[in-house]
């Protein structure tokens, strides 16, 4: 049984109270973020004789460690800090990691970053001692509009299909991320995009 | 231009200066001992073998700055199945080692010439794979698109026997104007009752000629590369036209300029002064600079390769 995340985007605000959650209970320091809220926006307005319309749009995507199928930060580690558990969890193992930053250079979300003060790179875990205890994990339970679920990720695609390449996330067949997006009314597929990422400085 | 990255800019570039003087030098042993003989060709060669050990070392101690937690050094072999970084790792390693045994057995003379010949060939080919593995790590990163591209080796080869051709040389043409001018009485003795004053000219000579012919044609190979790979990753657009900028600007005309002016303009000197065995100072002075010039540009070009990681996504 393999764990992932379900995001629904037509019901995310940007509030970013997953984001604030995640550093609160993993007690991360500026300039780290496990989970961030990128906000894709775009348009401008059509001309229809004497009639101009805007045509802007703007939609949210929480997003973190996707603990892919195919982890190429796993890949790519020299030390084998980097690993994937049976349930799918990739994590680090400071007692091992040698702060190359290899694995920061690979992964197309951003996933695992670097903590200078430790030297070690840091990553999401999905919570794994809330899991151990039977909670949910943090950015999940704050969620006040309940677009972030979890849960075993074949269920989660029976439920909620398969989609995971929205811009401006980068295709998933690089990694194959254990994750079901539920898109926005004007949520566009990667690679086709006319928008741009509103927010580059939260993320 | 790059700063973050210096160690790994120190290390690349050094550590692909040695492998290509060790295979240059291989090359130049081989070929000139038929004509000049192994004692001769060792007498010349020999300081500038000893002196790719200093440079190896100098680029591997650079790269331990790259490790933000120089306590967990060891793990970095730990996955030699699966990444490249290990493979570099345990080739550099490898490369230094075997290197260093070559150098003692020719100081010491062990083993028979053969052996150290076979001995040779095994640490030129680790040092290939060396280079091929350090190439690898950044070509096999399919979410940075400015070097998943056959650029990357390509540009890793070139530099490698590049500044390995002009390293070469300049250590040559030092070895033997340091001899000229400090050559003991036994030194003198035994070149003036043996006549061996021509032969290591002519072998000099022999050496720079091809010497500046290689490192000419490695420019004409690199001045092919550089627009290219850049038009490709102009053409591919997205991610990787946004890395192209980064091959434009004063960094990128230095690099230019610099690798012109030492492996095209000084090599062809270098080519005709041999040829026409000119004062050896000059050969020395238009090495040297060639190389200094060189090793320049090739600093400046990796600090912009490293500049030029863009990457995939978010």
Known sequence: ?203 | MNTEELPMIIFTVLAQMSVGAFVVLGVVQVVAARRFGAAAVDKVTDPALYAIGPALVAGLAASMLHMNDVTNTLNVVRHLGTSWLSAEIVCGIAFAGLGFVFAAAQWFKWATPTWRRVLAAVTALVGIALVASMSMIYYTLVTVPAWHTWATPVQFFTTTFLLGTLAVGAALTGTVMWRTHHRTTADAHDAASAGATVPTTDLLASCLRGLGIAAVVLLGVEFLIIPLSITTLTATGGVAAESATVFTGAWFIARLTLVFAGAGLLAAFVLRYATTRTNPRTLAILTATAFVLVLASELIGRSLFYDSMTRIGM
Request: proline fraction near 9%.
């Open chain 1, 1 to 203: 049984m393999k764990l992932g995340f379900s995001f629904d985007q037509s019901l995310c605000t940007g509030c970013k109270a997953c984001s604030v959650a995640c550093k609160d209970k993993n007690d991360l320091p500026v300039g780290i973020s496990w989970r961030r809220v990128v906000e894709y926006s775009g348009g401008s307005w059509q001309q229809a004789g004497d009639t101009f319309t805007p045509n802007v749009f703007s939609y949210y995507t929480s997003i973190s460690c996707n603990h892919c199928e195919d982890p190429i930060c796993v890949r790519v580690c020299p030390t084998t800090a980097m690993t994937q558990g049976p349930d799918g969890v990739v994590s680090v193992d400071a007692d091992k990691c040698v702060g190359c930053r290899y694995c920061e250079w690979a992964c197309p979300y951003s996933a695992p970053q670097f903590d200078p003060a430790s030297g070690h790179m840091t990553k999401c875990d999905l919570c794994a001692d809330y899991r151990a205890d039977g909670q949910d994990p943090a950015c999940v339970a704050a969620c006040p509009s309940r677009a972030l679920g979890w849960g075993p990720i074949d269920e989660l695609r029976a439920d909620l299909g398969d989609l995971a390449g929205v811009e401006p996330l980068p295709d998933p067949a690089i990694t194959r991320p254990r994750l079901v997006i539920t898109p926005h009314r004007d949520a566009q597929p990667t690679g086709t995009g006319t928008g741009a990422i509103a927010n580059p400085e939260e993320l």
